[in-house]
Structure formats: structure tokens, C-alpha cells
């Protein structure tokens, strides 16, 4: 079984965030999305060679340390690219920011086994 947990500095508390999820995997893959007072995505699992929505959703920020949690059973490493986004408004200073995950459960090396993007804002409307 392998499990990776990632640390999402660029989600702060207090800021309005944004998810989707989607899978195109043979294995069973499960998230979860939490921080320390609230669970956002909770152990959530797709198996399908399909590509679909694994989960998706909006919600304000209640507490601090978000980590996004990916445990695939049958798999011995999980494999994955993580770019961060910042988006800077006219004066540079950050108005969202986020992440876009590509993750492998396998050796074949196409990352499209579970596709992620978590974005936040500092503010709505």
C-alpha cells in the first residue's frame, strides 16, 4: 500500500477555496483533503479506467495546515508533479494561489491516474 501526504502551504486559513479531482486509474484510489479543524474531501475513492470526476466542491477555509492525503492500495509508490500557482493582481500581490497535481500509481509514467487542482482565494465577489 502507499500512501503520499502533501503539505498545502499555499492554502491559508481563512481564504475561499476551490477543488476537482478526477481519476483514470485501474487501481482504487482514495483522498482526502483536511486541515486541522475541518475534513473538505473525506477518504473519497474511484476506480475506473474512465476518465471522470472523482470529487469537486468550494468552501471557505476554517482552520490552518491543509494537506491533501492520496492512499492507493495496490500500488508499492505513488508517483507525483506538483506545480504551484500564484496569481498576482496589477501590484504583484498574491489574489489566488493554489496547486495542480499529476499523480502515477504505476510504471507506465502517463501521470493521469489522479489529476488535482486546489486553488484559494483571498477574497469572493
Not at 466542491?57 to 492520496?70: A, D
Not at 495496490?74 to 496547486?99: E, F, M, R, T, W
Request: net charge negative; hydrophobic share 40%; glycine share 6%.
Amino acid at each position: 500500500m502507499a500512501t503520499k501526504t502533501i503539505p498545502l502551504e499555499l492554502v491559508p486559513q481563512g481564504w475561499y477555496m476551490s477543488w476537482f479531482m478526477a481519476t483514470q486509474a485501474a487501481f482504487d484510489i482514495c483522498v482526502t483533503l483536511y486541515d486541522d479543524t475541518t475534513t473538505y474531501v473525506g477518504d473519497k475513492c474511484r476506480q475506473s479506467t474512465a476518465f471522470g470526476v472523482l470529487d469537486e466542491g468550494f468552501s471557505q477555509v476554517s482552520g490552518s495546515n491543509m494537506n491533501l492525503v492520496v492512499d492507493i492500495s495496490s500500488s508499492d509508490d505513488i508517483l507525483v508533479v506538483n506545480h504551484p500557482v500564484v496569481v498576482p493582481n496589477v501590484k504583484g500581490l498574491a489574489v489566488a494561489q493554489g496547486y495542480v497535481f499529476a499523480f502515477e500509481d504505476s510504471d507506465d509514467q502517463d501521470f493521469n491516474d489522479l489529476y488535482c487542482t486546489i486553488m484559494a482565494w483571498k477574497s469572493v465577489g
